[in-house]
């Protein structure tokens, strides 16, 4: 049988030009860049290649790049710096959106218990955050605006730039959890108006275990892990140079290839749309056309999406609920409820993330194998039958 993957919101295959280009600092090239030997030169001028090539990708400076373990580490960094150079100033309000990754949700509930104040902006049924509506929250105690380049479930892509502008008229540092969207989207810092930028490389195909922050120059960053002077005094430990090698090379490929697999994507993520769409009492989730090229997000009335994947599975399609991240929790997506889907129907979420290799052969399959299994879970539901009995209505048109 088959695999189809469409989980590659939660990660993707390495590509072979990042796997390439991490073998010799696996094998011969393994010298610490801290060590001041031609062996340690030598890895020391491998991480300075990849500092350029990330900062290429991103519109950056080299210096305004620091290595991490990934988004997570990357968010967490970037908003306790904003948080730390606000409260100097007396500022302790921050503006962010219901619909963030954990990553910056738990860092603001974080916050608030240390006294500062948290506004969330509700977005639009579509998933999008209005730029007016973040002007409107800033204050005059505001320090930091932080709202998600494209979101991890429902795909809903930011109006990033028109956000940044906003920000960079109010003095307000903004920050971007852009894991989503970096190799898939044409992301720049400067012209976005990001001061502050998180990216994970298992997301378009490189090694797990290394990310970004982007820091704007100017902005001084806290330090999450002390010890050495690595990342110039910034992030403590050894570089992962076999990983941040990879990165750059797997950051540089997506970069290059990104109009070409999105022309591709974008027609087949149309498709599978389309299909789901026929299903009854369906509804797609996030923004018709404002999302990213690879998502499709599907709420089924009357089914649990867990039982609904676990049958996908036995059919040899990998997809998901939502966020890899909230994968062992059994209350429902905060995404979807954010954008008004009931607690009933959220739980009844399907996310396809589409990657190179899919074709149109795979997305008839998919769109089948769906339909079979969302008719199968409804005849076995007794809420279901409820439904077509009368005796409950239903929630989705």
Not at 271 to 286: D, H, M, T
Not at 311 to 319: P, T, V, Y
Request: one cysteine or more.
């Amino acid at each position: 049988m088959k695999r189809i993957y469409a989980d590659n919101a939660a990660t993707t295959r390495m590509s072979r030009r990042a796997i390439d280009a991490m073998l010799p600092y696996l094998d011969t090239a393994y010298a610490n860049p801290s060590s001041l030997h031609s062996a340690g030169q030598e890895a020391a001028e491998a991480l300075r290649r990849a500092r350029e090539e990330v900062a290429a990708c991103l519109g950056a400076e080299p210096k305004e790049i620091v290595f991490t373990s990934g988004g997570s580490e990357a968010d967490n960094q970037a908003i306790l710096s904003a948080a730390a150079l606000g409260e100097r100033k007396g500022k302790r309000h921050i503006v962010s959106t219901a619909i963030e990754h954990h990553a910056v949700l738990h860092t603001l509930k974080k916050l608030e218990k240390q006294g500062f104040s948290v506004t969330l902006l509700p977005p639009r049924e579509n998933g999008v955050i209005p730029p007016e509506e973040v002007e409107r929250a800033i204050r005059e105690d505001t320090c930091l605006v932080s709202v998600m380049y494209a979101n991890n479930e429902i795909g809903t892509v930011e109006p990033i730039r028109e956000i940044g502008a906003v920000c960079r008229a109010r003095g307000v540092l903004f920050h971007s959890d852009a894991v989503q969207a970096v190799g898939h989207l044409p992301v720049n810092v400067k012209e976005d108006g990001i001061d502050l930028l998180a990216l994970s490389a298992h997301k378009f195909h490189g090694p797990k275990g290394a990310g970004v922050l982007y820091a704007r120059a100017g902005v001084p960053l806290v330090s999450l892990i002390e010890g050495g002077a690595q990342e110039r005094g910034k992030r403590a430990g050894t570089e992962n140079i076999p990983a941040i090698v990879g990165m750059a090379a797997a950051l540089r490929e997506a970069c290059e290839k990104r109009e070409e697999v999105n022309a591709r994507l974008l027609p087949l993520r149309d498709r599978l749309i389309e299909g789901l769409s026929r299903i009854p009492r369906s509804a797609l989730n996030g923004d018709r056309t404002a999302r990213l090229p690879s998502n499709v997000n599907f709420c089924f009335e009357g089914i649990e999406g867990e039982s609904l994947l676990l049958l996908l599975d036995q059919k040899g399609i990998c997809a998901s609920s939502g966020s890899a991240c909230t994968s062992g929790s059994l209350d429902p997506s905060h995404v979807l409820l954010a954008i008004g889907r009931p607690h009933e129907v959220a739980h009844g979420s399907l996310r396809l993330s589409i990657g190179e290799d899919f074709t149109e052969e795979d997305a008839d399959y998919v769109i089948a194998a769906v339909s079979e299994t969302v008719a199968y879970l409804r005849g076995i539901s007794p809420v279901w039958q409820e439904c077509l009995a009368g005796k409950r209505p239903f929630i989705l048109p």
